[in-house]
Nanobody
C-alpha cells in the first residue's frame, strides 16, 4: 500500500507560479513511476505529467509543456509539480498517483494509488 498526500495548492493570479508536492508513505516509493492528474469542475480527470522511478524520464500533456515541470526527490519520498505561467484554464483539483507496474502512462487506469487532491485556482 502507498499513501499519497498532496499539498501546495492555492489561489494565484494568471501568469503566476505554484509548486505542488506529493509526499508518499508506505511501500517503497523510490521504484514507482508517478503521475499528476487534474480535474476541473464539470470535466473529466485528465493527465498532466508523469515521471519514471529515478527521474530520468518525463512525459507531459501538450497544454502544459514548457510551463510545468515534474520532478522527484526519492530521499524525501516526494514528487513535485512546478507550475509556471499559470492560466485560468489550469484551475482544477490536482491529484498525484503512483503505479505498481513500470512505464510512463497517461491513462488513469494505469495508476494504482491516488492522493486526495489539492485545489489550484488561477484568477484572470
Amino acid at each position: 500500500q502507498v499513501q499519497l498526500v498532496e499539498s501546495g495548492g492555492g489561489l494565484v493570479q494568471a501568469g503566476g507560479s505554484l509548486r505542488l508536492s506529493c509526499a508518499a508513505a508506505g511501500r517503497t516509493f523510490s521504484n514507482r513511476d508517478m503521475g499528476w492528474f487534474r480535474q476541473a469542475p464539470g470535466k473529466e480527470r485528465e493527465f498532466v505529467a508523469a515521471i519514471n522511478w529515478n527521474g530520468g524520464m518525463t512525459y507531459y500533456q501538450d497544454s502544459v509543456k514548457g510551463r510545468f515541470t515534474i520532478s522527484r526527490d526519492n530521499a524525501k519520498n516526494t514528487v513535485y509539480l512546478q507550475m509556471n505561467s499559470l492560466k485560468p484554464e489550469d484551475t482544477a483539483v490536482y491529484y498525484c498517483a503512483a503505479r505498481v507496474r513500470v512505464g510512463l502512462r497517461s491513462s488513469q487506469s494505469a495508476y494504482d494509488y491516488w492522493g486526495q487532491g489539492t485545489q489550484v485556482t488561477v484568477s484572470s
